[in-house]
């Protein structure tokens, strides 16, 4: 069985690879006296946002990001959006929809396993133990987790009420 991180590995050497030969030829464009936007043009880059600011001279600086400051323009060629991906997960068989390492709790970052999946168990479990491990550094964690389903946690974090009337403020 082969390692699926070793081909991480090697499409990372072969996307090196590829990235050092697209410098080096858009320098040799550059030296033939093409501009950065015409390299844009070449790359096929187009406008990735709605702001009409946003002109052919600003798409040479995309291509000058992605190419020399190695910043690659945003996928779909559109910035902010919240992206996915999908998978098939090898515990469960199931097609597996991934948004990120953002969230905190595994079903917000992960979902579409098969119920009973061990796999998303194992998660859900870690991811418990993490908040009793831990439970001092979490609360950036929640901040984002409004629906808790964990009564008892969402009242643990509940904001201290605070006297609004500011009669409490020293005056002198
Ligand atoms: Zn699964």
Redesign the pocket.
């Known amino acids: 069985m082969t390692d699926p991180l070793a081909g991480v590995r090697a499409a990372r050497l072969a996307r090196d690879v590829a990235a050092g030969q697209l410098r080096e030829q858009a320098l040799h464009a550059r030296g033939a006296g093409h501009s950065w936007d015409d390299i844009a043009d070449a790359l096929e880059l187009t406008d990735t946002s709605d702001d009409s600011e946003r002109c052919g001279q600003q798409l040479g600086e995309l291509a000058w990001e992605w190419l020399i400051e190695h910043r690659p323009p945003a996928p779909g060629g559109r910035r902010g959006m919240p992206g996915s991906a999908v998978w098939v997960?090898t515990?469960?068989r199931?097609r597996?929809r991934d948004t990120g390492p953002y969230a905190c709790h595994p079903d917000d970052r992960e979902s579409g396993?098969?119920s009973g999946?061990p796999?998303?168990r194992a998660a859900l479990a870690a991811y418990r133990d993490e908040l009793t491990d831990h439970d001092d550094d979490h609360d950036a964690c929640d901040a984002s987790d409004e629906a808790g389903d964990d009564p008892a946690r969402g009242a643990a974090l509940a904001p201290p009420i605070e006297d609004t009337t500011g009669h409490q403020k020293g005056t002198g």
């Open positions: 997960c515990a469960c199931a597996v396993h098969a999946c796999r998303h």
